[in-house]
């Protein structure tokens, strides 16, 4: 009955002053969850892989199972309410995402959910829709979300987000990456809470941090524009050093920001909430990849992506 396609998203720069209202910079990603739909009987039948594990669940016309797939559940019922009538149908979705390591990978399958199931109804929801429903599907099963990852997922390409706004970057960079990424120590939320602490013990040179972090996405719009990489890699470094001032980086992860470097890497800092997780390298490519991968639980050379894409 129907396809569609989904990427992942990366932090480029802005990630935690993006809590305090400053701009971040993210860019999406080509690790897709991919998820299509076709007819079913009596229930909504779902079958989800992602890496390193596989779940299949019915959830029935009245509401019933499926919890252990909170986000397609959450979405399925969305489409529910806006469409005012349950289709049975059988979703199959697999995400090439690792779970819960900054990478997207809940907005991702959100949007996936949304888009194939309500391809059962004829309805193909627009990438806008798409990013406001499925933050909608996140807030619903986390208690909070910031609008980045959708939008980064359905939007695609590189987004300046502050706030509610957001502005589509259409640098034509095709922006390649590294990812390396090692297990995680804090939640996001965890690190969140970790980082308000730091503004007592950091005093007035907290809000110098942010502000910094600000004003360097606001210069990421003109790297971008004038389609200089070298600046923008500039860019994330000094942002490195100043997460590393708040304190969000470990051993683990300034070890292999580290050695990207060494590998020729032009550009490598954290991407996303810190504690273990992801970094983000730019420049170097093949080599780097192949010399973190040594020392890092997963790695992933990933090129800009578009957004929502149906097949
Ligand atoms: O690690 P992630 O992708 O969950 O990103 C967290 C980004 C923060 O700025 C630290 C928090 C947020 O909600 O924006």
């Given at each position: 009955m129907g396809y569609v396609k989904v990427p992942g998203k990366v932090t480029l720069l802005g990630e935690h002053a993006v809590v305090y209202g400053y701009p971040a910079l993210v860019m999406a990603i080509d690790l897709y969850t991919r998820a299509a739909v076709s007819d079913g009987e009596?229930?909504?039948?779902?079958?989800?892989?992602?890496?390193?594990?596989?779940?299949?669940?019915?959830?029935?016309?009245?509401?019933?199972?499926?919890?252990?797939?909170?986000?397609?559940?959450?979405?399925?019922?969305?489409?529910?309410?806006?469409?005012?009538?349950?289709?049975?149908?059988?979703?199959?979705?697999?995400s090439e995402l690792p779970y819960g390591s900054g990478l997207g990978s809940s907005a991702s399958v959100s949007v996936a959910t949304l888009a194939a199931y309500s391809l059962s109804y004829g309805v193909?929801?627009?990438?806008?829709?798409?990013?406001?429903?499925?933050?909608?599907?996140?807030?619903?099963?986390?208690?909070?979300?910031?609008?980045?990852?959708?939008l980064a997922v359905s939007l695609g390409g590189l987004i300046k987000i502050s706030h509610e706004k957001f502005e589509v970057m259409g640098g034509g960079l095709s922006v390649k990456a590294v990812i390396a990424c090692v297990g995680k120590e804090k939640s996001t939320g965890e690190s969140v809470a970790f980082v308000r602490k730091?503004?007592?013990?950091?005093?007035?040179?907290?809000?110098?941090?942010?502000?910094?972090?600000?004003?360097?996405?606001?210069?990421?719009?003109?790297?971008?524009?004038?389609?200089?990489?070298t600046q923008l890699c500039l860019l994330m470094n000094r942002n490195e050093e100043l997460l590393e001032e708040l304190g969000v980086v470990t051993e683990r992860s300034l070890n292999l920001v580290r050695r990207a470097r060494a590998l020729g890497a032009t550009a490598a800092k954290i991407s996303g909430g810190g504690f273990g997780g992801c970094i983000v390298a730019l420049g170097g490519d093949e080599k780097v990849a192949s010399g973190l991968a040594a020392i890092a639980d997963r790695v992933f050379l990933v090129t800009e992506s578009n957004g929502v894409s149906y097949g």
């Open positions: 009596g229930a909504v039948e779902v079958e989800s892989t992602y890496p390193g594990g596989r779940a299949e669940t019915r959830i029935g016309l009245d509401g019933r199972g499926g919890d252990e797939l909170p986000y397609v559940k959450a979405a399925i019922k969305k489409v529910w309410e806006m469409q005012g009538a349950r289709r049975p149908a059988k979703v199959s979705i697999a193909k929801l627009h990438p806008d829709q798409l990013a406001k429903l499925g933050r909608e599907v996140e807030v619903q099963v986390q208690g909070r979300a910031s609008p980045m990852d959708t730091r503004k007592d013990e950091l005093g007035s040179r907290f809000d110098e941090i942010l502000e910094e972090i600000g004003s360097l996405v606001e210069s990421s719009s003109k790297a971008i524009k004038d389609r200089d990489l």
